[in-house]
Structure formats: structure tokens, C-alpha cells
């Protein structure tokens, strides 16, 4: 479903070049669970903001069922973005002034609709994610383990194909890394979304289906 070919994503710093993804190609299998782990800096955020659309590479190709979408207008990257993908970030990245219903449902409003429904759908998700109780506390008013699962219900809001998760339990204790953990992979066993998550933990293999590991920019095949 997902598949790259020859991606390099080069940081140009001034007069320095930082080659962060070179020349990498493969391809994720649709409805899988892929981890994505290597060490610091090998690039695996790199990868995954090219994957969800979020940052464009230097050269090389990114097929979505097909279709290059490295060719897309930003308009159309924009859309599609909203529509099939989820994004979920290490640090959490929710709106403090807004409640976790807010939270939710407010990216389902950036592709009309009624209001109404969004807040409907946004109820229904937090209680999927176990925040059915939650649902009017502001972010500091949550555990960081909370907070994530806000944000999992928040990327599921536009119902995605694909979940990216760069790092998802990185500022959590290990209860609730497993707890978002099994969340996610709830999503990939009842609805069939694709999740794609980076970890620096080499225990959180157990929970992939299959393991890339980069290193400098490149995937190698044995786990170091
Ligand atoms: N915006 C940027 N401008 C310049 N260089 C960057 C930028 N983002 C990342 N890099 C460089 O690209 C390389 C890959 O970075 P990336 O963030 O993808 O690594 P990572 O594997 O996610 O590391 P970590 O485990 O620390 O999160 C690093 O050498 C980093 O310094
Ligand atoms: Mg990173």
C-alpha cells in the first residue's frame, strides 16, 4: 500500500549538508504493524514526517496504493493528509486551552460536515481510547499517558488508513507505554488501520509485525 523508492531527504545548513534518508526504498504492507527503530539521528523522524506528508524529500518517490504522491500540490498533499493519515507525535502536541472533547473533534470540522457529528464521533472515540470519563479535561488536567490517548482519538477523528507515531511512549512511565501501546494496536486488529511507529526501545519489536532499522539514513537488515 505504502511503498518508497530511492528516498533522500538531504538538510542543507548553510554551506553544510546533512544527508538524513539516502537512497532508501520499501514498501509497508497494508494493515501491518511496522516499527521503525535505529539510533539517534539515523533518521527515523525524517522518514516518518515524508510518509505522512507532513515534509517533502529532496529526490526518490512515495506511492500511496499507486499513486506518486510526492507529485501532489500541497493542496492536494494537505487533503489527502487529513483524509488517510493520523499523526501522533512524542510530545503529545494538544491544544492546552481546549478539552479533550475540543481536542478530538476539531480536526474533523477542517473537512466539513456537521458539527454535531464530529462531537458525536469525538465522544465515541474517547471512549474507545478508555477516556470516556475524561472527555472535558484540558490537557494539564490529564496523565501524559492520557494525553496520548487524546491525541490517538484526535488522529482517528477523519477515520485514516494509516497511523504514524514518531516516539509515541518516549515521554510516558511503563504503564501507560503499554497501554498506549495496546491501544494502537486495538486500532490495527478491530479497524484495520496501518500503523507505522518509531521506537528507540528494541523490547517494543514484540509488538510489530516487522522491524526496519535505519541506520544513517539507510535501512540495514540485522538489529544492532
Ligand atoms: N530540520 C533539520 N535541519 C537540519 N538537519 C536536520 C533537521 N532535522 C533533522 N536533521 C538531521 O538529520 C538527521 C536525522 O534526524 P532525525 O530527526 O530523522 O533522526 P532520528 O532517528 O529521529 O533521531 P532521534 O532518535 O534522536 O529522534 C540528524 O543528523 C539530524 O541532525
Ligand atoms: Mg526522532
Do not use: W
Not at 7 to 18: A, C, D, I, P, Q
Not at 89 to 109: D, I, K, R, S, W
Not at 175 to 186: A, D, F, H, Y
Amino acid at each position: 500500500m505504502i511503498s518508497v523508492s530511492n528516498l533522500t531527504k538531504v538538510y542543507k545548513l548553510g554551506s553544510v549538508e546533512v544527508r538524513a534518508l539516502v537512497d532508501l526504498s520499501l514498501a509497508l504492507e497494508a494493515g501491518g504493524v511496522t516499527c521503525v527503530m535505529g539510533k539517534s539521528g539515523s533518521g527515523k523522524s525524517t522518514l516518518l514526517r515524508q510518509l505522512g506528508l507532513i515534509d517533502r524529500p529532496t529526490s526518490g518517490q512515495i506511492f500511496f496504493d499507486g499513486e506518486d504522491v510526492t507529485r501532489l500540490s500541497d493542496g492536494a498533499r494537505a487533503r489527502m493528509r487529513l483524509t488517510y493519515l493520523g499523526y501522533i507525535f512524542q510530545e503529545f502536541a494538544l491544544l492546552g486551552e481546549l478539552t479533550a472533547h475540543e481536542n478530538v473533534y476539531l480536526p474533523g470540522m477542517m473537512l466539513g460536515g456537521k458539527t454535531h457529528d464530529h462531537r458525536k464521533r469525538a465522544v465515541e472515540l474517547l471512549a474507545m481510547v478508555g477516556l470516556g470519563e475524561r472527555i472535558h479535561h484540558k490537557p494539564k488536567e490529564l496523565s501524559g499517558g492520557e494525553q496520548q490517548r487524546v491525541a490517538i482519538a484526535r488522529a482517528l477523528i477523519n477515520n485514516p488508513r494509516v497511523l504514524f507515531a514518531d516516539e509515541p511512549c518516549a515521554n510516558l512511565d511503563t504503564i501507560s507505554s503499554e497501554v498506549v501501546m495496546q491501544t494502537l494496536l486495538k486500532l490495527n486488529k478491530e479497524l484495520g488501520i496501518t500503523i507505522v511507529f518509531v521506537s528507540h526501545d528494541p523490547d517494543d519489536k514484540k509488538y510489530a509485525g516487522r522491524l526496519i532499522y535505519l541506520k544513517d539514513g539507510k535501512q540495514v537488515e540485522e538489529y544492532l
